[in-house]
Structure formats: structure tokens, C-alpha cells
T-cell receptor, first 113, second 113 residues
Framework: KAGVTQTPRYLIKTRGQQVTLSCSPISGHRSVSWYQQTPGQGLQFLFEYFSETQRNKGNFPGRFSGRQFSNSRSEMNVSTLELGDSALYLC????????????FGQGTRLTVV | AQKVTQAQTEISVVEKEDVTLDCVYETRDTTYYLFWYKQPPSGELVFLIRRNSFDEQNEISGRYSWNFQKSTSSFNFTITASQVVDSAVYFCALTLRAGKSTFGDGTTLTVKP
């Protein structure tokens, strides 16, 4: 079966702009989590969605938001981009919440200039 | 709050050597799940193993083995007879029952031929 698909793979944006990243989980998976990976901060949890509801949120400002659709696909949005938002954004899907094996996508590399 | 510590930032070994990656975690929850992931240069995290807090059995899968000790809050990962293809960044992660995940900073393993 197809893996987790994240689009786009690479993105360059200017400070102040906003961006939307997309994640299509493995078919049948209902939980989608997002992570930000940077050299300085490592892998940090952004949020988790399950059944179209945000279940958990990490310590990120309100500029970071997301949503999940009825088909479990998820989007995350970052508004008013800052240079420090440059990172690899990873999406993970799992059958259920938290406890199971999570499958990760290849990520979206966002560069803010 | 939970925390995962991977004290070894980088490890370099020669092929066929055994290598152990350390992981120490902190949580007040009694129900939690521990994971190891491998991140090759392509970027996506590859699931290696999951352990729940009630299962302290060690596990061996081919050249990989894991030692879970609740008494020391450790979940160490050993690669026996390492190979060049094992070169990657390895992450240890802790997920609470509620689904919130915390990752360690990762250990970069380089296996030289």
C-alpha cells in the first residue's frame, strides 16, 4: 500500500508570507501528527489530529495551525513566516492514537528567506 | 513533562563492530510507549521497534536488539556486526497514552568500511 505522502517536497517562501503543507496518510490510518525538525531544536511535536479533531498540541505559537479532513488527509499552515521557521516538516500517520507504529513521510523542506 | 535523552550525539565505528545507542527517558505516566526510529539521508523516519511500559522483555530482530529497563528508565539499542548501510541518525521517542510524542535529539551513527 502507498506510504505517507507529503507535498510539496521543497518550498521557498519569503518572510511574512504564509504556507500550507499537505499530508496524505496511509489508507485506513486515522491519526496524523506533525513534527518540525531543525538542526538546533531537533524533532519537535507540533500537533496531532484524530477524527478531524486536534487532540494534542506542542509548544508552538498560534501562527502554526492545522486541520484534518474527513478522509484523514491533513494540512498544516504557518502564517507570517519567520526565518526560524525554516525546517523539515514531517508528517506521521498511524492507525490509532499514539500507541502504534507511526509511518513517516519524507517531509517538506521549507526555507524562509 | 516528559523528556528523552540520547547522550551520544555522534558515534563512529568500523564495519562489523557492535554498537549500542543509549536512550534514557523521563515521565510520570505509568502507561507509555517507547520507539526507535532510523532516519536515513532521504529524510523519512523508519520505524524500528515499539515497546509499551508494561512489557520489559528484550527483543532481538536480526542484527538489532533492544534492552528495556524500567528501573533505570532506559531503552538501549544495539546493532551487532554493524554494516555501512546502518549509517543514519537514530531517534528514541516516548509517546504517552494521550498521544503526545517526545523525541530525543538523535544519535548520528557512522559505520566506516
Amino acid at each position: 500500500k502507498a506510504g505517507v505522502t507529503q507535498t510539496p517536497r521543497y518550498l521557498i517562501k519569503t518572510r511574512g508570507q504564509q504556507v500550507t503543507l499537505s499530508c496524505s496518510p496511509i489508507s485506513g490510518h486515522r491519526s496524523v501528527s506533525w513534527y518540525q525538525q531543525t538542526p538546533g531544536q531537533g524533532l519537535q511535536f507540533l500537533f496531532e489530529y484524530f477524527s478531524e479533531t486536534q487532540r494534542n498540541k506542542g509548544n508552538f505559537p498560534g501562527r502554526f495551525s492545522g486541520r484534518q479532513f474527513s478522509n484523514s488527509r491533513s494540512e498544516m499552515n504557518v502564517s507570517t513566516l519567520e526565518l526560524g521557521d525554516s525546517a523539515l516538516y514531517l508528517c506521521a500517520s498511524s492507525l490509532d492514537r499514539g500507541q502504534g507504529e507511526a509511518f513517516f513521510g519524507q517531509g517538506t523542506r521549507l526555507t524562509v528567506v | 513533562a516528559q523528556k528523552v535523552t540520547q547522550a551520544q550525539t555522534e558515534i563512529s565505528v568500523v564495519e562489523k563492530e557492535d554498537v549500542t545507542l543509549d536512550c534514557v527517558y523521563e515521565t510520570r505516566d505509568t502507561t507509555y510507549y517507547l520507539f526507535w526510529y532510523k532516519q536515513p539521508p532521504s529524510g523519512e523516519l523508519v520505524f524500528l521497534i515499539r515497546r509499551n511500559s508494561f512489557d520489559e522483555q528484550n527483543e532481538i530482530s536480526g542484527r538489532y536488539s533492544w534492552n528495556f529497563q524500567k528501573s533505570t528508565s532506559s531503552f538501549n539499542f544495539t546493532i551487532t556486526a554493524s554494516q555501512v548501510v546502518d549509517s543514519a541518525v537514530y531517534f528514541c521517542a516516548l509517546t504517552l497514552r494521550a498521544g503526545k510524542s517526545t523525541f530525543g535529539d538523535g544519535t548520528t551513527l557512522t559505520v566506516k568500511p
